[in-house]
């Protein structure tokens, strides 16, 4: 390799992690600015311009106040139990609709297939009243379940471990019949853990989707109680008025969890790239 070759690569290099570096500050960013309005005293403006984003001290007055003026640990246990709930459900209807689909032979597969696939293109807002009427006849107006019930199927999850479970190689199938392994035991032991980054993934996505409903709950729910977190700090909103400070602590320990998550689902998907690539 030549010196100008090397001074070339050094160069590229140099030029991709100055954009990574670049592109972290744009996304870290509005985090950053999150953190420091609900460290800072009141005695600090939170809109200076430049931005000023050491609190001087920092406090965690408001993060106290978030606390206390709501009730703010019931909208954190709701929402704990909606993702308790939804979650693995999801994953698991996900999971049962999507293996047909991609292993088994029946007539109007495809078509079935395609049907499920063109919900995606629909607005959510669009399908608010018709699940509210279906809701309502139900008799889970107002309920957990009401919330929940609406949240277990998805497109995305079925088209996602459709596409997962339909690359899985054909020999591993048949190498689990040969060992004796009927339709369950091949989707159990073989289809499952050959998709668990897939699984990893959607387990992100509907946590966070969960975690940050606002519209469905909003819509079916009349009891403040059942409110998710995301409307509870709606609610805080409109109790505190025009304290961002609050505001800001409220949302910070929202994302805990979420981040908490993001870490631990993390590990999952890095060791199943890890094991494709040795594959």
Same mark, same amino acid.
């Given at each position: 390799m030549t010196a100008r070759t090397r001074r070339r690569r050094t160069s590229t290099l140099a030029g991709n992690y100055v954009l990574l570096i670049i !592109?972290?500050?744009?996304?870290?960013?509005?985090?950053?600015? !999150?953190?420091?309005?609900?460290?800072?005293?009141?005695?600090?403006?939170?809109?200076?311009f430049p931005p000023d984003f050491i609190p001087r001290p920092p406090v965690v007055d408001w993060f106290i106040r978030a606390w206390t003026v709501i009730d703010f640990p019931r909208y954190l246990l709701n929402?704990? @139990?909606?993702?308790?709930?939804?979650?693995?459900?999801?994953?698991?209807?996900?999971?049962?609709?999507?293996?047909? !689909?991609?292993?088994?032979?029946?007539?109007?597969r495809t078509v079935v297939f395609f049907l499920f696939l063109s919900t995606m293109f629909l607005p959510g807002e669009l399908m608010l009243i018709p699940r509210f009427l279906v809701v309502s006849e139900l008799g889970?107006?107002?309920?957990?379940?009401?919330?929940?019930?609406?949240?277990?199927?998805?497109? @995305?999850?079925?088209?996602?471990?459709?596409?997962?479970?339909?690359?899985?190689?054909?020999?591993?199938?048949?190498?689990?019949? @040969?060992?004796?392994?009927?339709?369950?035991?091949?989707?159990?032991?073989?289809?499952?853990?050959a998709a668990k980054p897939a699984f990893a993934v959607l387990a992100i996505f509907g946590f966070i989707s969960v975690w940050n409903s606002f519209i469905w709950p909003l819509v079916v729910l009349k009891d403040t109680s059942k409110y998710?977190?995301?409307?509870? @700090?709606?609610?805080?909103?409109?109790?505190?008025?025009?304290?961002?400070?609050?505001l800001a602590a409220g949302t910070v320990i929202?994302?805990?969890?979420?981040?908490?998550f993001f870490l631990v689902m993390q590990r999952h998907i890095l060791e199943g790239m890890k094991g494709a690539v040795k594959g």
């Open positions: !592109l972290a500050i744009i996304f870290i960013g509005p985090f950053v600015v !999150l953190v420091s309005s609900s460290l800072k005293p009141a005695t600090q403006d939170v809109f200076s929402s704990v @139990i909606y993702v308790g709930v939804m979650v693995p459900a999801y994953l698991a209807v996900s999971a049962l609709t999507a293996y047909p !689909l991609a292993r088994m032979r029946f007539r109007l889970l107006a107002d309920s957990y379940a009401g919330v929940m019930l609406p949240g277990i199927l998805s497109a @995305i999850g079925i088209f996602l471990l459709r596409q997962t479970f339909a690359g899985v190689p054909q020999e591993l199938d048949d190498a689990a019949r @040969i060992d004796g392994c009927k339709e369950w035991g091949v989707f159990w032991h073989v289809m499952l853990p998710p977190i995301a409307l509870g @700090i709606a609610y805080l909103t409109g109790v505190t008025g025009t304290d961002v400070r609050s929202s994302l805990i969890p979420v981040l908490v």
